[in-house]
């Protein structure tokens, strides 16, 4: 006599598990692969000029070409063309174009590639007690303490009244000098003790050490910052007038290195938020074929002030891009179809969201962070206190990503950026809803975020990777 075999029970809990514990031994050896590739993009990429420029060496490898010159040619655009489009060197839109036209909407992946850091001021070159100095303004939140004593490197570029680029990088090379900002030692430093860790280091107390060296003019006023002038000026080209139209920004030396006796995580500056923009840009390039909506990826600037100005999210510039997008594949322009095909989009927000701490649980909520190697990090809503500043993705759009997600594989978890009222912060999400797109923010959980060095899992950035290469190439049933 046979036994009637019982179904097993659903299980109705959810446990969000340790990734590792899960992933199989084909996504564990490209995930090896994947962060390889992000990790000497990343060592490059050390401000949001050079993560331009790689990305665009990158993208014309993959056969991408500059979506301008279809603009100039009048040339349409057809399912399975790849192209980009820049924005003053700064901000980048790449494209698949799709088999459904542009009011059907398009699938976007945007991060963005500037970092927190400190630049230099436009009249920074100055003298005092031995020592030439360069003042300097930071960029972004940071906590101003962590970069005093470390080796940092000077990036940039200076530009020429007849419109002369000239590209410096100083300090990653083992054969080059590093720069740093000095602290006050511990025997001295009574009074810096009694201040908050927000005051301990002032603003203007960042100045960067440039050299000490006085030039060898017996009647020259000035010698160590002339000393300076004269070294940039042999091997540059450049005099003091010439930091007027300078983008000169001081970030951390070094390369990223692979943290842990396991190799299992990523040490570097800037994963806030080229860890995201490369997993999208990345995501992109491996796209086989016409998707079936176009397929997006922005790699944005001045998000970490805001996304003001002409590169920023704040601005036209998307709006633009896309109304150039929508004339190069349909028969005519409307605008009443821009603003159809914008409304009809789905966004991904690929933007990095913080790891539960261990060193600092008081500030999380536990089981609505994200943790370490767990997945991507889905984050419905981001703001601060009552969710001022989000945009706060709908449960319907939580559901097809959980779908999308699901069905290809992808390890993903869900987090907030700490308790209520503890805190907050914002992303490009809400400046891509007013278009009344789907958008959620999607990324790389961090430890130490807005540090020099800040701290990520491999595991967590294969999966954002596979993630966005899921969203950009799937449909929408």
Request: with cysteine; aromatic share 8%; proline share 4%.
């Amino acid at each position: 006599m046979k036994t009637k075999k019982t179904k097993k029970p659903q299980d109705l809990s959810y446990v969000n598990k340790n990734g590792y514990e899960k992933i199989s031994p084909a996504d564990l050896k490209r995930s090896e692969e994947i962060n390889k590739l992000y990790m000497d993009y990343i060592g490059k990429a050390k401000t949001e000029r050079e993560a331009h420029d790689e990305a665009v060496l990158l993208l014309e490898a993959a056969g991408f070409r500059d979506m301008r010159g279809h603009e100039k040619s009048g040339v349409k655009l057809v399912p399975g063309d790849k192209v980009y489009r820049s924005s003053e060197g700064k901000t980048l839109m790449a494209l698949v174009i799709g088999k459904k036209p542009f009011e059907a909407g398009m699938h976007i992946v945007g991060g963005h590639t500037d970092s927190p850091r400190i630049d230099i001021k436009q009249n920074p070159l100055y003298e005092s007690g031995g020592l030439a100095l360069l003042d300097t303004h930071y960029y972004g939140g940071i906590k101003k303490y962590q970069w005093v004593t470390i080796p940092l490197a000077l990036h940039g570029v200076f530009v020429k009244p007849d419109g002369r680029k000239i590209t410096i990088s100083i300090g990653e090379d083992p054969s080059d000098p590093v720069f740093c900002i000095t602290d006050l030692l511990p025997h001295l430093a009574a009074d810096q003790y009694k201040k908050t860790i927000g005051e301990a280091i002032p603003g203007e107390g960042l100045d960067v050490v440039a050299g000490s060296i006085p030039v060898a003019e017996k009647d020259r006023k000035e010698k160590f910052k002339y000393n300076v002038l004269k070294l940039l000026h042999a091997k540059y080209g450049v005099t003091e007038a010439d930091f007027l139209s300078a983008e000169l920004e001081i970030v951390p030396a070094g390369k990223p290195r692979e943290v842990g006796f396991d190799r299992s995580m990523v040490l570097a500056y800037g994963h806030d938020d080229r860890v995201c923009a490369y997993a999208g840009l990345k995501a992109l390039l491996d796209l086989n074929g016409a998707p079936e909506y176009t397929s997006c990826v922005l790699l944005c600037d001045k998000e970490e002030i805001g996304s003001v100005g002409a590169t920023g999210m704040a601005s036209n510039l998307f709006e633009n891009a896309a109304s150039e997008l929508l004339n190069l594949t349909s028969e005519s322009y409307s605008e009443l179809t821009l603003k159809r095909g914008l409304h009809n989009s789905w966004m991904l927000s690929a933007d990095v969201n913080a790891l539960f701490d261990p060193m600092f649980p008081s500030v999380s909520e536990k089981k609505n962070s994200a943790h370490l190697n767990h997945g991507v990090c889905v984050t419905k809503y981001t703001g601060s206190r009552g969710k001022s500043g989000s945009s706060d993705a709908s449960a319907e759009f939580m559901a097809h990503i959980r779908r999308i997600f699901d069905r290809n594989g992808v390890l993903w978890q869900t987090g907030e950026l700490g308790k209520v009222d503890q805190g907050g912060g914002g992303t490009i999400a809400y400046l891509m809803a007013r278009y009344g797109m789907q958008v959620v923010d999607c990324g790389v959980g961090l430890f130490s975020m807005h540090a020099p060095m800040e701290l990520a899992g491999k595991l967590d950035i294969y999966m954002a990777y596979k993630g966005y290469l899921a969203f950009l190439k799937d449909g929408r049933k």
